[in-house]
């Protein structure tokens, strides 16, 4: 067993909150990647949940948030049974039900503000200021919703994605801006008006519209109908700039 994995396992039988073993077989290796968003997927439930005080949980999207819903999947009905759990699109959704946890929507939450008690979610990319880049999977709309309807967020990344600079290192296909095609035009013209941050900067950034590639002819639709603008900025100085602009 890994380094890793161990560490993933020990927490996740921490405090007895753990009977059953994570659904993956120790004897089918893993690629390290997907290894390392296993362990801290089993490791942010471990560490963050607290069944007497967390009801409500918000589910993000991605691959990282599977052995998170995963790491629910194994917790015992006895804590799982006053649980509700709430999708931020149609693939959390989906791995919500494949774990038999229970589904609920915003719109079943009667308390206000914050109705989620803590949501888990993954992203692009994260910087020492815990400022980060998400949508690279077209959910991020949802998912700031969630984010904001939740009173705690926990980010679940593996090492990849710690980046000193946001933009610059692995996650370098920029900022995805969700938008309603109605606005498509006005978005993109106003995108290319965003000044850079600094006289040094004389390049612009760009704005791509997300095509489906291989698994969709034309644009990309999120989950609620709308485009995806992938924006990259010339420098991570214009990046931090632009992240400061609040639609
Ligand atoms: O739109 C997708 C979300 O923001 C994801 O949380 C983000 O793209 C990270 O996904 P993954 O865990 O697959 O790297």
Redesign the pocket.
């Known amino acids: 067993m890994s380094a890793a994995r161990s560490v993933a396992t020990r927490l996740l039988y921490r405090d007895g909150i753990y009977p059953r073993a994570p659904r993956f077989s120790a004897s089918t290796p893993l690629p390290s990647v997907e290894r390392a968003?296993a362990a801290a997927g089993h490791a942010a439930v471990a560490h963050s949940f607290k069944p007497e005080q967390h009801k409500v949980i918000g589910i993000?999207?991605?691959?990282?948030?599977i052995p998170v819903v995963e790491a629910f999947g194994a917790l015992p009905p006895s804590v799982l049974q006053d649980k509700l759990f709430i999708p931020t699109g149609m693939q959390s959704s989906q791995l919500i039900r494949k774990f038999k946890l229970r589904l609920g929507s915003l719109d079943d939450l009667e308390r206000w503000p914050r109705p989620i008690d803590i949501a888990f979610?993954?992203?692009?990319d994260v910087d020492a200021n815990l400022e980060v880049i998400?949508?690279?999977?077209?959910?991020?709309l949802r998912?700031k919703v969630i984010m904001h309807a939740s009173r705690h967020n926990i980010i679940?990344?593996d090492a990849r994605?710690n980046s000193e600079i946001l933009g610059v290192g692995l996650w370098n296909q920029g900022v995805?801006v969700e938008v309603v095609p109605y606005a498509l035009d006005y978005v993109l013209n106003s995108l290319a008006r965003l000044e850079p941050s600094s006289h040094k900067l004389s390049e612009r950034h760009t704005a791509t519209l997300r095509m489906g590639g291989f698994a969709k002819a034309g644009p990309v639709l999120t989950d609620n109908g709308n485009f995806v603008l992938d924006v990259v900025f010339p420098s991570s100085e214009c990046l931090a700039a632009s992240c400061r602009v609040r639609y």
Do not use: L, N, R
Request: proline letters at 4%; a neutral charge; charged letters at 25%.
């Open positions: 968003k993000g999207s991605g691959s990282t948030i979610d993954g992203a692009d998400k949508g690279g999977g077209a959910c991020h998912e679940v990344a994605k995805p």
